[in-house]
């Protein structure tokens, strides 16, 4: 759970860890101090997208989410871990269904994943 640019419909954005990495990188180019290696981590995430449908408290209902599409440019991503805000607990959508009932992509481990998830308050 991150927060969402100050542009947004939405307060915040949510992702689905995929792994969390860190690498050693010396920068060369300009501004640079030194040649001295730093630590530099990140996490490698699946986004979600909020679902547009009226939730909330005035609503009484929750903020609802799925998966952006594969096929989109934007669906993964790298995060600097100092911007995740905190781990939130989603519920599974079950009346909507899986994403994939048929399991054609069971190859690519996604048959488990459901159309839309609900974040808990």
Not at 44 to 64: K, M, N, Y
Not at 66 to 78: C, H, I, K, L, N
Request: with cysteine.
């Amino acid at each position: 759970m991150l927060l969402a640019p100050l542009d947004s419909a939405h307060p915040f954005l949510y992702a689905h860890v995929l792994g969390i990495f860190h690498t050693n990188i010396i920068y060369t180019g300009s501004g640079s101090r030194d040649y001295l290696p730093r630590c530099l981590e990140f996490l490698w995430v699946c986004w979600f997208e909020v679902v547009d449908v009226p939730a909330g408290w005035e609503h009484a209902t929750l903020d609802s989410l799925r998966f952006v599409p594969m096929s989109q440019d934007d669906a993964y991503g790298f995060v600097d871990p100092a911007n995740v805000l905190r781990g939130c607990h989603l519920t599974l959508a079950f009346a909507s269904g899986r994403m994939h009932p048929d399991r054609v992509f069971q190859d690519a481990r996604n048959g488990a994943d459901w159309k839309y998830y609900y974040v808990n308050r």
